[in-house]
């Protein structure tokens, strides 16, 4: 029997997660697809899937056209087709969409890496010790008071012991030599 596991919301990483399998799902439909030598022209009023099977070629869906995509630019200019309703890859998306998906996927992207870099230099700054090291630094400071008082002990000690038997230190122990 499997124990049951309780799941909780799904993580801030997976989300451009998403996003970037979207993307790759697109580049892989685009690169499956077999460039032609035909013109794309001729599929002009057949089916969007027709005329998509060629990459290089722009579906239309107001004019019912396949035009060749414009490759100087990135996206095909409004007087070609407008973004709504021009496909390429596949029929179901169209540049609108897919700028407004990965626009909002890459913004999501950029500003969880922001927060985790916030996040992470803030707890570096600022870090508080924890208990252990709150332990472990008053556990020291212990015993260098306890050091310091053994030692004072051992000097008194060492004190009595050079003033019974004579041996007491002087302040300065070289002033009998500077009157000579």
Not at 2 to 12: L, N
Not at 122 to 141: G, L
Not at 162 to 173: A, H, I, T, V
């Amino acid at each position: 029997m499997v124990p049951r596991v309780a799941r909780g919301p799904t993580p801030y990483w997976m989300l451009p997660l998403g996003g970037a399998a979207l993307l790759l799902l697109l580049i892989s439909v685009a690169a499956a697809q077999e460039p032609s030598g035909a013109a794309c022209s001729q599929n002009t009023n057949r089916t969007c899937e027709e005329c998509l099977k060629n990459v290089s070629c722009l579906w239309c869906n107001t004019n019912k056209a396949c035009l060749d995509y414009p490759v100087k630019n990135v996206l095909p200019p409004a007087s070609l087709c407008k973004l709504s309703s021009a496909r390429w890859g596949v029929c179901w998306v169209n540049f609108e969409a897919l700028i407004i998906t990965m626009s909002v996927v890459g913004g999501a992207f950029l500003l969880g890496v922001a927060v985790c870099c916030c996040c992470c230099c803030r707890r570096k700054r600022s870090r508080k010790p924890d208990r252990s090291e709150e332990k472990a630094m008053r556990e020291r400071e212990e015993r260098r008071i306890r050091q310091e008082e053994r030692r004072a002990e051992m000097k008194t000690r060492h004190d009595e012991i050079r003033k019974k038997y004579g041996l007491f230190k002087e302040e300065n122990p070289y002033a009998r030599f500077e009157n000579n």
